[in-house]
Protein backbone atom coordinates (compact mmCIF):
# COMPACT_ATOMS: atom_id res chain seq x y z
CA UNK A 1 0.00 0.00 0.00
CA UNK A 2 1.22 3.28 -1.06
CA UNK A 3 0.12 6.86 -2.06
CA UNK A 4 -1.12 6.63 -5.37
CA UNK A 5 -1.89 10.47 -6.25
CA UNK A 6 -2.12 13.74 -4.18
CA UNK A 7 -5.46 15.51 -4.85
CA UNK A 8 -5.05 18.77 -3.14
CA UNK A 9 -2.52 21.17 -1.90
CA UNK A 10 -3.03 24.22 0.00
CA UNK A 11 -1.64 26.79 2.82
CA UNK A 12 -2.04 25.11 6.40
CA UNK A 13 -4.11 26.51 8.68
CA UNK A 14 -1.88 26.78 12.04
CA UNK A 15 1.36 27.69 9.41
CA UNK A 16 1.02 29.45 6.33
CA UNK A 17 4.52 28.68 5.34
CA UNK A 18 3.89 24.48 5.59
CA UNK A 19 0.86 22.78 3.71
CA UNK A 20 -1.68 20.74 4.05
CA UNK A 21 -2.28 17.76 1.59
CA UNK A 22 -5.09 15.28 0.52
CA UNK A 23 -3.64 12.08 -1.02
CA UNK A 24 -4.90 8.70 -2.06
CA UNK A 25 -3.41 5.46 -1.44
CA UNK A 26 -3.82 2.59 -4.19
CA UNK A 27 -6.00 0.44 -1.36
CA UNK A 28 -8.04 0.76 1.63
CA UNK A 29 -5.97 0.90 4.72
CA UNK A 30 -6.68 -1.39 7.70
CA UNK A 31 -7.44 1.10 10.53
CA UNK A 32 -7.10 -0.77 13.63
CA UNK A 33 -3.87 -1.68 12.39
CA UNK A 34 -2.63 1.66 11.54
CA UNK A 35 -4.11 2.54 15.26
CA UNK A 36 -2.21 -0.06 17.08
CA UNK A 37 0.99 0.14 15.53
CA UNK A 38 1.23 3.76 15.01
CA UNK A 39 -0.20 4.87 17.98
CA UNK A 40 -2.60 6.74 16.64
CA UNK A 41 -6.39 7.84 17.57
CA UNK A 42 -8.88 5.51 16.26
CA UNK A 43 -12.34 6.31 15.68
CA UNK A 44 -14.65 3.64 13.96
CA UNK A 45 -17.56 6.45 13.91
CA UNK A 46 -16.18 8.20 11.82
CA UNK A 47 -13.91 6.16 9.92
CA UNK A 48 -10.60 7.34 10.90
CA UNK A 49 -7.25 7.56 12.07
CA UNK A 50 -5.37 10.35 13.26
CA UNK A 51 -1.62 9.76 13.87
CA UNK A 52 0.80 12.40 14.57
CA UNK A 53 4.64 12.71 13.53
CA UNK A 54 6.36 15.46 15.46
CA UNK A 55 4.40 18.66 14.45
CA UNK A 56 2.98 17.08 11.33
CA UNK A 57 -0.33 15.06 11.44
CA UNK A 58 -2.08 12.48 9.42
CA UNK A 59 -5.76 11.32 9.42
CA UNK A 60 -6.03 8.11 7.62
CA UNK A 61 -9.38 7.31 6.22
CA UNK A 62 -11.50 4.08 5.52
CA UNK A 63 -11.91 4.78 1.76
CA UNK A 64 -8.07 5.42 1.15
CA UNK A 65 -7.78 9.09 1.75
CA UNK A 66 -5.03 10.95 3.69
CA UNK A 67 -4.97 14.40 5.15
CA UNK A 68 -1.21 15.50 5.75
CA UNK A 69 -0.58 19.01 7.79
CA UNK A 70 2.82 20.81 8.46
CA UNK A 71 4.71 19.77 5.64
CA UNK A 72 6.76 21.55 3.08
CA UNK A 73 6.15 19.78 0.04
CA UNK A 74 4.33 17.12 -1.88
CA UNK A 75 7.07 14.86 -1.79
CA UNK A 76 7.62 15.13 1.64
CA UNK A 77 4.05 14.15 2.43
CA UNK A 78 4.01 11.18 0.23
CA UNK A 79 7.35 9.78 1.88
CA UNK A 80 5.90 10.86 5.27
CA UNK A 81 2.45 8.15 4.35
CA UNK A 82 4.44 5.35 2.53
CA UNK A 83 6.88 5.37 5.52
CA UNK A 84 4.59 5.52 7.69
CA UNK A 85 2.71 2.82 6.17
CA UNK A 86 5.52 0.48 5.53
CA UNK A 87 6.25 0.47 9.21
CA UNK A 88 3.14 -0.53 10.76
CA UNK A 89 2.70 -2.79 8.16
CA UNK A 90 6.56 -4.36 8.82
CA UNK A 91 5.67 -4.30 12.31
CA UNK A 92 2.48 -6.46 12.39
CA UNK A 93 3.81 -9.03 9.66
CA UNK A 94 6.96 -9.57 12.48
CA UNK A 95 3.69 -9.45 15.39
CA UNK A 96 2.09 -12.25 13.53
CA UNK A 97 -0.97 -9.62 12.92
CA UNK A 98 -0.76 -9.82 9.07
Not at 36 to 60: A, H, P, Q
Not at 82 to 93: I, Q, R
Amino acid sequence: MQVDHIETVLPCIADPWKLRIIAHLDEEPDLVLLSKYLDGKYSENLGMVVVKSGIKEMNFFRNGQVTIRMVDSEQEASDLVNGLLSMAYHKAMISGDI
